[in-house]
C-alpha cells in the first residue's frame, strides 16, 4: 500500500514541476515546519527548543548542519527526532569559536517539510590560565601551583605531564574552582618533567592550555 501511495506522490510531484496541480492540493501535500525555534549555545554543544508540533502527518524532524566559513558548506544530517511530540534537541558534535548553520526539516515516510533554518555561533573557548610554577620536593614529589582561573564557570583543572620528550598525557583531574594546587608522587629521582594545566568548565569546555614549565629532580 506504501508503495502505491508514494508512486501516487511521486506522480502528483511531477505534474507540481509542470505547474498542474491545484494549489489545494499542493498544501495539503505540505508538512508544518516547527515553529519558534530557538538555541542556547554553549562552547561544545548547542540546545535546541522549540514548540509543539500539531500536525498528525508528521513523524518526525530531521536536524541538517553546515559549519559557516567563508562560504556555505553542504548541509548533512546530524539528528533526528523521531517523536513529533518532542520539543529539544542537544548537538554535542559543535566547537567552540565556531558558526554553524542550521535547518530543521519535519517528515514523514514521503516527504520533507521546507524547513526552518537558524545560525549559531559558539563561544570560544576558555583562557588558559595565567600562572603555573612547579617546585621539587626533593626526589620524591613535585608540587604544582597555578592561580585560579577567573572564569567562575571553571569546575575542575586537568594536569598533564611528559617525561623528558614524551608526548603529554593527563595525570590527574584537580575537582574544584578555588582548587589551586595538585602534588605528583609518581616520579623517579634524576628525571625531567614537564607540566602544563587545563580549566574545565562545568559543561565539559577546556579552555586553552597553561604555559609550560619543567622540573629536574636530583
Not at 506522480?11 to 496541480?21: E, K, Y
Not at 505540505?30 to 549555545?41: E, G, K, M, R, W
Not at 530531521?62 to 511530540?85: H, Q
Amino acid at each position: 500500500m506504501k508503495k502505491l501511495i508514494l508512486l501516487f506522490l511521486i506522480a502528483i510531484l511531477a505534474l507540481s514541476n509542470t505547474g498542474c496541480v491545484p494549489k489545494n492540493l499542493e498544501a495539503e501535500m505540505a508538512l508544518t515546519d516547527i515553529s519558534q525555534l530557538i538555541a542556547i549555545p554553549k562552547r561544545n554543544e548547542i540546545g535546541f527548543e522549540w514548540q509543539p508540533i500539531e500536525d498528525t502527518n508528521v513523524e518526525g524532524i530531521y536536524v541538517y548542519r553546515a559549519e559557516v566559513s567563508e562560504y556555505y558548506r553542504e548541509l548533512k544530517i546530524v539528528g533526528t527526532v523521531d517523536n513529533r511530540f518532542a520539543t529539544h534537541f542537544v548537538d554535542k558534535r559543535v566547537m567552540p569559536d565556531h558558526a554553524y548553520r542550521y535547518v530543521f526539516k519535519t517528515f514523514n515516510d514521503y516527504i520533507e517539510s521546507q524547513g526552518v533554518e537558524i545560525s549559531i555561533a559558539t563561544p570560544k573557548a576558555l583562557d588558559g590560565i595565567s600562572f603555573l610554577s612547579a617546585y621539587p620536593m626533593g626526589s620524591e614529589a613535585v608540587k604544582l601551583l597555578w592561580r585560579p582561573h577567573l572564569d567562575q564557570s571553571v569546575a575542575s583543572y586537568i594536569v598533564e605531564r611528559s617525561e623528558e620528550r614524551e608526548d603529554f598525557e593527563p595525570i590527574m583531574e584537580v575537582q574544584g574552582h578555588l582548587m589551586s594546587e595538585y602534588i605528583d608522587t609518581d616520579v623517579s629521582p634524576k628525571r625531567i618533567y614537564n607540566y602544563r594545566v587545563f580549566a574545565k568548565s562545568y559543561d565539559g569546555g577546556i579552555s586553552e592550555p597553561s604555559v609550560t614549565t619543567q622540573v629536574i629532580l636530583k
